[in-house]
């Protein structure tokens, strides 16, 4: 049974930062990418940024030069920092894992940690 715990949720005023952590634990044998994915209600969930196993990145376009992902790949564990934040990244953010399995690419979701910037 694959885990994931998140946790550097808070509050935090507008141009702050913050910093999410993800780890993954269970039967884990390889990774082929983790993801932050961030959710409002009313609104589908939606990619903050991803991390391949090859180091490669992917990042929505509202985050491009503000949030910056990691991964320790011998922890499993992957990172969010976020810098000037604004109040629009008020969500829940979700830490997704994808691993193969049998043949198949599974998915992995965490609880979720809130954010909120606001002053």
């Known amino acids: 049974q694959v885990q994931l715990v998140e946790s550097g949720g808070g509050l935090v005023q507008p141009g702050g930062s913050l910093r999410l952590s993800c780890g993954a634990s269970?039967?884990?044998?390889?990774?082929?990418?983790m993801a932050w994915y961030r959710e409002v209600p009313g609104k589908q969930r939606e990619l903050v940024a991803r991390?391949?196993?090859?180091?490669?990145?992917r990042y929505a376009d509202f985050v491009k030069g503000r949030f910056t992902i990691s991964i320790d790949i011998a922890k499993n564990t992957v990172y969010l920092q976020m810098n000037s934040l604004k109040p629009e990244d008020t969500a829940v953010y979700y830490c997704n894992l994808d691993v193969p399995e049998e043949g198949s690419d599974v998915w992995y979701w965490g609880l979720g940690t809130q954010v909120t910037v606001s002053s």
């Open positions: 991390i391949f196993n090859n180091g490669a990145t």
């Open positions: 269970g039967s884990i044998f390889s990774i082929n990418a």
